[in-house]
Every structure is written in C-alpha cells, then in structure tokens.
C-alpha cells in the first residue's frame, strides 16, 4: 500500500511557465514532507521541506503547498528553467522524539523543461 | 569532496554471485540507509541503521544483508545476486532535529545481474 503518491510520472512545461508537481499522503501521521530532485546518473538532493505547522514555504523560485485536510502538497517552481529538467520525489515522515520513522518516498516525477 | 560516497559506480555480475556494495561518509550522521530505485517504481528501502549496533530491515530487505562497520560505513550484500536485483542502488545518512528528516544521497551504484 503506498502511503505516498505521485500519480503523473512526468510533466512536461515551457521554459519561463510554472511547473506544478503534485503529491499526496494517506497516512494522517505524516507531519513533515520534502521534495527531492534527481539528475541522471546521480543521487537526489534535498530541494526544499515543510512541516505540518505551516501550510507553504517559499525558496527562491520553489515553493511547497500543504493541505493537511486533503492531505496533498504541491511543489511550485516559478519561473521553470531547462535545469529544473529532472525527477522530483516527494517524501513524508513523522516527527517523533528519538526518530522512530523513516522517510517514505513517492514513485518520482520526471519534469521536462523546455526551451 | 563528496559527503557521502559509493564504491563502486557500476558493476556488472553474474547471476549466482556474492557483490558487496560499500558506502562511507564524512558528515558524522549516526543514520545510514540502502534504498534501491527501479523505473516506475521510486526509491524503496532496503535496509537502515540509526546507529553502529543499531540495524533494520526496510521494505524488501529479501536477498540482501548489511554490515555497519562503523559509523562512516554500511554496506550492502547481495548473497548470491539475481538478475531482479539490477537497478541502481542508493546510500543515504540522515541528521535529524526537531523539523524533522532530511537525507543526503551518494552518487549511486549501477548494478546489472545476467
């Protein structure tokens, strides 16, 4: 049972638009998210986090939505650039004291950039 | 240089056959994991270790065994591979405060079984 969805494997957007990557959770334990972006041929690096507290964050041209009461966050990038042109993993856990939970990680989404 | 390191970048085996796939870091994390990813079907979790004495089997841990050497180290042992194992297999270490998780990757391990 996957408790973390990422139900279009790919999005295609034109440089300059906003790419919208969409994720979403069934486990109401979930409390702190994060998205990941991978290049080919290395690992994903964390791109920016939210906790259950708040319901966006902003870095740059990247921000995070979260919806608790439909459990699904989005990741925002504004304007989209050919280097954002890569896969996006969303990513969920569980605050606990002593750290108990692992993250769990949707299936990715590969985001082509356009020119 | 690079925190977290994976040796070696690709390696083609045959089926039947003990590899070992080693992992080290430089960022004094106590918590290392061995994700593995294949197409479609995201990052699962192998095996993780929160810390030297400290091991757990992740969601498809069949096939496969651990060793944490040290905190710097954890690798991945496939006992006797099978070509279901090819994919590209991630080392991952963690810190952990009160916003929660975050983890930092290695490069990745290409593995083929024929």
Known sequence: D??????????SVQEGRISILNCDYTNSMFDYFLWYKKYPAEGPTFLISISSIKDKNEDGRFTVFLNKSAKHLSLHIVPSQPGDSAVYFCA???????GSEKLVFGKGTKLTVNP | DADVTQTPRNRITKTGKRIMLECSQTKGHDRMYWYRQDPGLGLRLIYYSFDVKDINKGE????????????????????????NQTALYFCATSDWDLRGETQYFGPGTRLLVL
């Not at chain 1, 973390?4 to 999005?11: C, D, E, I």
Request: proline share 5%; charged share 15%; no cysteine.
């Open chain 1, 2 to 11: 996957q408790q973390v969805k990422q139900n279009s494997p790919s999005l």
């Open chain 1, 92 to 98: 969920a856990s569980a605050v606990e004291t002593g």
């Open chain 2, 60 to 83: 498809i841990s069949d096939g496969y065994s651990v060793s944490r050497q040290a905190q710097a180290k954890f690798s991945l042992s496939l006992e006797s591979a099978i070509p």
